[in-house]
């Protein structure tokens, strides 16, 4: 059942505001297995509004639109609904009462312009809004069913939930449901996955399962889509994940609504232990996302964030210019550790580099501790600052990631010079 | 001149990514003058695809499409566009070579699907993406002129200001000049700014200049825009960002692209000074803040992120329980300048609480150190953790931007607790 989404507003159309409304609604329809067709934007336009209706009408099996049913001039949706329709508006005596109750239980009387809120196209269905004025309706425009939703989101939310999920569901009269599965990836750009998972995407395909990929650079995203009539997933579902997870291997660093973050505060708080972060020229972001999920405040201790060398050294009271830098990375991590009383101590010192072709770069020494030992890794990342900082963070993450799990810690990335 | 706005993608379409580009696009072109007439979203499906680009070229001037343009098979923007435009696919060995030469200088080889991204509807012009692989393109469909743009934010972003508004003004031909003025301040909320400005606005409306508020957490923008067509201003609106400046005083933290912390920086830079931040529940975000716009590392010094009292006290070596709170901000400000011999030296400790009605928020302790002085303020922000944090992180820059600018240290702010 192919449903599309029709929101109006000037604030929307003009980038004001962002469409959030839309995601909302698309979600939730994604989710109860209806797909999603089309999605567009008009303005208070009476012959715009009228325009995308028809087209709206002769696009998809239902639509949703969102926005106009307010008491203001420029509110126009009940009124080209009626048109496009070719229907009259009628009072509905029952909301505008409920409209004047609505003000009187507020100790105020109903302003005039509110009576147009009442005014729906005859023959709609009306749809309950039970904590605003603006009631929501469903109506036949050429043989497709339009449920029109308020604006305003609270508004727009309980209304989908309540009144017009329940009735997709009956229209569609088979109750389908949606079946996710979500992998992310640090290290694997998205045309070596697309080829790595060449082989996956012919099995999904045969099972009818929906896989694809979403860049959120340095992280790749994987998911699974697929629509069943009973309550489990598809046969397949099973077998194929574990073929992506054979396939992607250690690079997977979470899956569905886990952060690599929060998988880290994890492995931390069941092995009862804790990290302490030593990090250059990373904005600080190692400690920052660690934080924002460690929220006793005991997995993650003290942080140093520092942009140079040289205040590492006084800091850590370092002898200048003699040692090399996998030793000061390797000594910095030690230390952290031990100042803090932390499990490990984790150090993400980086530096800006020219390479021979004059493209500049970022250099990476890791190091970990755990118990007085202490493995290193060294990476360059080609890039702009912004950029390869990013990647300098995820690296630091993952680094972590891996020596917590007792993975390889030395696998190369596709963004690394090799 | 009437502008369509047409997004692909699958991610897009079932609401799993909010359409922020949409609203960046529409925004931009509303700035410079033009009229957004219609907006629209389709998935990674070729008819679907097909039949928006005609509809696009039959109602509006010209069409900015967004998205479909990666080197995957799904992205099928190229393909769909030559068809719609009933021409063929052509190589274009320049941008061909210049992603080779990408991915060269980066130490890599170019995957073969990237190719793709070379491959352009005939008779397209080509339109430069200095920071992807993705190229945009133009090409005039059903004699409208179309704009095909990639779908990474910053390739969009510096792509849409740099080719295609100057080719949207050329094709207008009357040039417009959009002159656009923006504050940012903190410590006033929309209401009480909308208000505070009932003159300006006056002002405004009577000189064609556009005021508009734009509230992001927890900061506001207000903003001035006029478009002129000569490239001087409006005469009136200097004189309105005067009564702007007059109007909001020292809550502004900065003008135009300037942000808060870039100006903190700048004064910094300018004075010759720098700071040293230990910072408590705040995800370490000022110090992070302030390091991703210093970019020689000299004027922000180490920085500690601590996420409770006993390991500060333990770090600082200061004695348990027996001093108070002001007492401890002010101590841990002096030592973090000591030690790491900066100018000032800035402590945010925060600490969540619950009041006599049940309800959260969060406890701010600042001070600030120079030269042995401390000045001290206590804040209370209510509401939840997320929320009071990103309160606290602002809280703490601009405490330090009114201590470095001479300003009053104890002005009230909106969100805070009288």
């Given at each position: 059942m192919k449903i599309g989404i029709l929101c109006t507003g000037d604030e929307i159309l003009t980038g004001k505001t962002v469409n959030t409304n839309y995601s909302h609604i698309a979600k939730r329809l994604v989710e109860y297995g209806f797909e999603v067709n089309w999605g567009a934007v008009v303005g208070d336009q009476h012959e715009a509004i009228h325009r995308a209706m028809e087209l709206a009408a002769s696009s998809s099996d239902a639509v949703i639109v969102n926005g106009g049913l307010g008491p203001t001039l420029d509110d126009l949706t009940q009124e080209v609904a009626a048109n496009v329709a070719k229907v009259e508006l009628e009072l509905n005596q029952g909301w505008l009462d409920h409209i004047a109750s609505w003000y009187h239980s507020r100790g105020r009387v109903m302003p005039e312009n509110n009576q147009k809120q009442a005014l729906l196209p005859s023959g709609s269905e009306l749809i309950d809004n039970p904590i605003g004025t603006a009631c929501g309706f469903a109506l036949d425009i050429h043989g497709v069913r339009f449920f029109f939703t308020p604006g305003v989101p609270k508004e727009l939310y309980m209304m989908l939930d309540q009144e017009i999920l329940p009735r997709l569901q009956n229209l569609r009269g088979v109750s389908l449901h949606t079946h996710i599965k979500r992998f992310h990836s640090f290290g694997i750009g998205e045309s070596r996955a697309d080829k790595m998972l060449a082989q996956v995407a012919r099995m999904a395909e045969n099972s009818r399962i929906k896989l694809g990929f979403q860049s959120h650079y340095p992280q790749l995203e994987t998911k699974l889509v697929a629509n069943t009539t009973t309550r489990d997933p598809p046969e397949m579902m099973g077998p194929i994940e574990d073929e992506i997870r054979n396939c992607l291997g250690n690079f997977i660093?979470?899956?569905?609504?886990?952060t690599l973050e929060q998988n880290i505060c994890q492995i931390l708080q069941e092995s009862g232990t804790s990290v302490s972060i030593v990090e250059m020229h990373t904005a600080g972001l190692i400690n920052s996302r660690l934080h924002a999920c460690d929220e006793q405040g005991e997995l993650v201790k003290v942080g140093i964030v520092s942009q140079t060398m040289g205040d590492l050294h006084d800091l850590f009271q370092l002898p200048n210019d003699e040692w090399t830098q996998p030793t000061v990375t390797k000594r910095v991590a030690t230390l952290a550790s031990q100042q803090n009383n932390s499990t490990y101590g984790l150090s993400v010192l980086t530096e800006r580099y020219l390479d021979e072709r004059e493209q500049g770069g970022i250099e990476i020494h890791l190091g970990i501790s755990k118990n007085g030992d202490v493995e290193y890794r060294k990476s360059r990342l080609p890039g702009s600052p912004n950029w390869t900082r990013l990647g300098a963070v995820e690296l630091g993450l993952d680094f972590l990631r891996r020596s917590l799990s007792g993975l390889p810690m030395h696998e190369l990335i596709d963004f690394e010079q090799h």
């Open positions: 660093v979470s899956e569905d609504d886990q």
